[in-house]
């Protein structure tokens, strides 16, 4: 693990390599699982404050899920996630024509109809967060569906803290990114002196 701020990095982030393949995985980390996405209550106000925006883009399933129990529940481990539609598929998941899944919020977001991106600990995956005492923990969640991820990155040289630049600036800062990147470089160098 590593200290940076007022974070603990698990050495997996730095070494791990990772680069999301659509073109193979079609996004269904959107619609497999067995709970939603984790939310912090901001995310929660903040989808309530845009549902109108989202709602005639969802499903009949989703919206009769919205309706019933809200967009959110506590999973559980009594954390609160998205709502889900027949225990796997998250209710801002759709599927297009060609099979692929994407996300309604995200979708909303760049055609510029919202202010915010999606939910971060789905920006951040495959890293998941997890409180350390006062600190915040940055683990690697290893999933069976994302084998095609961990090739791609392999192929590519892409390290899980490079693929997830933007959503870690996002949740941490860009001063906090770059103490990241001089440690995982320091780190790498130390490796290869070995």
Not at 137 to 165: S, V
Request: net charge negative.
């Amino acid at each position: 693990m590593f200290l940076i701020q007022n974070t603990l990095v698990s050495l997996d982030v730095i070494e791990k390599e990772f680069c999301c393949d659509l073109d193979s995985c079609r996004g269904c980390c959107c619609i497999e699982g067995d709970a939603g996405a984790p939310l912090t209550k901001e995310e929660e106000d903040k989808i309530n404050e845009i549902l109108p925006v989202l709602l005639p883009e969802m499903t009949k399933e989703a919206k009769e899920v919205v309706e019933a129990q809200g967009i959110a529940y506590n999973d559980p481990s009594d954390e609160r996630v998205t709502s889900i539609v027949n225990d796997k598929d998250c209710i801002f998941a759709r599927t297009d024509h060609k099979g692929w899944c994407y996300c309604l919020i995200e979708k909303a977001y760049n055609a510029g109809k919202i202010d915010f991106k999606k939910p971060i600990s789905c920006h951040l995956y495959p890293v998941r967060l997890t409180k350390v005492g006062d600190l915040t923990g940055l683990e690697y969640h290893r999933w069976d569906i994302c084998h095609c991820a961990r090739q791609l990155g392999k192929k590519q040289h892409i390290k899980i803290y490079q693929f997830l630049r933007e959503p870690l600036i996002r949740r941490f800062g860009q001063a906090w990114y770059d103490e990241l990147e001089l440690t995982a470089n320091e780190w790498h160098k130390q490796c290869e002196q070995k």
